[in-house]
Nanobody, 124 residues
Protein backbone atom coordinates (compact mmCIF):
# COMPACT_ATOMS: atom_id res chain seq x y z
CA UNK A 1 0.00 0.00 0.00
CA UNK A 2 2.96 2.32 0.57
CA UNK A 3 6.14 2.87 -1.42
CA UNK A 4 9.02 4.71 0.22
CA UNK A 5 11.99 6.38 -1.46
CA UNK A 6 14.85 7.83 0.59
CA UNK A 7 17.28 10.48 -0.54
CA UNK A 8 19.80 12.91 0.90
CA UNK A 9 22.62 10.65 1.99
CA UNK A 10 26.24 11.44 1.31
CA UNK A 11 29.75 11.85 2.65
CA UNK A 12 30.32 14.43 5.38
CA UNK A 13 32.98 15.28 7.92
CA UNK A 14 32.59 14.80 11.65
CA UNK A 15 30.37 17.57 13.01
CA UNK A 16 28.59 18.10 9.72
CA UNK A 17 24.91 17.87 8.89
CA UNK A 18 22.64 16.09 6.45
CA UNK A 19 18.92 16.03 5.91
CA UNK A 20 17.39 12.79 4.72
CA UNK A 21 14.05 12.73 2.95
CA UNK A 22 11.57 9.91 2.54
CA UNK A 23 8.88 10.38 -0.06
CA UNK A 24 5.85 8.17 0.40
CA UNK A 25 3.27 7.13 -2.14
CA UNK A 26 0.14 5.17 -1.46
CA UNK A 27 -3.07 5.37 0.46
CA UNK A 28 -3.60 7.64 3.42
CA UNK A 29 -0.10 8.70 4.39
CA UNK A 30 -1.33 10.29 7.61
CA UNK A 31 -2.65 6.93 8.83
CA UNK A 32 0.87 5.47 9.06
CA UNK A 33 3.54 5.69 11.67
CA UNK A 34 6.85 6.67 10.08
CA UNK A 35 10.34 5.89 11.23
CA UNK A 36 14.03 5.78 10.48
CA UNK A 37 16.41 2.90 11.03
CA UNK A 38 20.06 2.45 10.16
CA UNK A 39 22.29 -0.51 9.46
CA UNK A 40 26.06 -0.71 9.28
CA UNK A 41 27.80 -3.63 7.52
CA UNK A 42 27.67 -6.76 9.64
CA UNK A 43 25.38 -5.13 12.20
CA UNK A 44 21.71 -5.43 13.03
CA UNK A 45 19.27 -2.84 11.85
CA UNK A 46 19.08 -0.19 14.55
CA UNK A 47 16.23 2.11 15.49
CA UNK A 48 16.89 5.83 15.06
CA UNK A 49 13.67 7.84 15.28
CA UNK A 50 9.93 7.52 14.81
CA UNK A 51 6.70 9.44 14.58
CA UNK A 52 3.83 7.35 15.90
CA UNK A 53 0.16 7.53 14.96
CA UNK A 54 -0.78 6.79 18.56
CA UNK A 55 -1.10 9.21 21.45
CA UNK A 56 -2.12 12.09 19.21
CA UNK A 57 1.13 11.84 17.28
CA UNK A 58 4.24 11.17 19.34
CA UNK A 59 7.94 11.35 18.50
CA UNK A 60 10.76 9.39 20.08
CA UNK A 61 14.46 8.83 19.43
CA UNK A 62 17.22 6.41 20.17
CA UNK A 63 19.40 7.65 23.01
CA UNK A 64 22.40 7.66 20.68
CA UNK A 65 20.90 10.37 18.47
CA UNK A 66 18.68 12.34 20.83
CA UNK A 67 19.61 15.99 20.79
CA UNK A 68 21.34 15.67 17.42
CA UNK A 69 18.69 14.25 15.08
CA UNK A 70 15.17 15.51 14.42
CA UNK A 71 12.34 13.68 12.69
CA UNK A 72 9.58 15.67 11.05
CA UNK A 73 6.87 15.16 8.49
CA UNK A 74 5.09 17.23 5.91
CA UNK A 75 1.71 15.64 5.33
CA UNK A 76 0.92 17.86 2.36
CA UNK A 77 4.04 16.53 0.60
CA UNK A 78 3.75 12.96 1.89
CA UNK A 79 7.33 13.26 3.09
CA UNK A 80 9.16 12.50 6.31
CA UNK A 81 12.57 13.99 7.09
CA UNK A 82 15.50 13.20 9.31
CA UNK A 83 17.66 16.20 10.09
CA UNK A 84 21.05 14.99 11.31
CA UNK A 85 23.40 17.42 13.03
CA UNK A 86 26.72 17.00 14.81
CA UNK A 87 27.39 13.82 12.90
CA UNK A 88 29.89 11.31 14.23
CA UNK A 89 31.76 8.47 12.52
CA UNK A 90 29.58 5.99 14.41
CA UNK A 91 26.57 7.39 12.54
CA UNK A 92 27.95 5.86 9.35
CA UNK A 93 25.34 3.43 8.01
CA UNK A 94 22.67 2.86 5.43
CA UNK A 95 19.57 4.71 6.57
CA UNK A 96 16.13 3.28 5.89
CA UNK A 97 12.73 4.87 6.00
CA UNK A 98 9.94 2.68 7.33
CA UNK A 99 6.16 2.81 7.61
CA UNK A 100 3.76 0.97 9.86
CA UNK A 101 0.00 0.69 10.10
CA UNK A 102 0.33 0.43 13.86
CA UNK A 103 1.93 2.24 16.74
CA UNK A 104 5.64 2.79 16.13
CA UNK A 105 8.14 0.56 17.89
CA UNK A 106 11.93 0.37 18.10
CA UNK A 107 11.98 -3.14 16.62
CA UNK A 108 12.65 -3.35 12.88
CA UNK A 109 10.58 -6.46 12.28
CA UNK A 110 7.46 -4.73 13.60
CA UNK A 111 7.41 -2.39 10.60
CA UNK A 112 5.49 -3.11 7.41
CA UNK A 113 7.15 -1.15 4.61
CA UNK A 114 10.71 -0.13 3.84
CA UNK A 115 12.57 2.13 1.48
CA UNK A 116 15.68 1.12 -0.43
CA UNK A 117 18.09 2.91 1.90
CA UNK A 118 20.46 5.82 1.50
CA UNK A 119 24.11 5.74 2.54
CA UNK A 120 25.49 8.14 5.12
CA UNK A 121 29.24 8.18 5.64
CA UNK A 122 30.90 10.36 8.27
CA UNK A 123 34.66 10.74 8.04
CA UNK A 124 36.95 11.41 10.99
Amino acid sequence: QVQLVESGGGLVQTGGSLRLSCAASGRTFTSYSMGWFRQAPGKEREFVAAWSIRWGGSIFYADSVKGRFTISRDNAKNTVYLQMNSLKPEDTASYYCAASTRTATTVARDWDYWGQGTQVTVSS
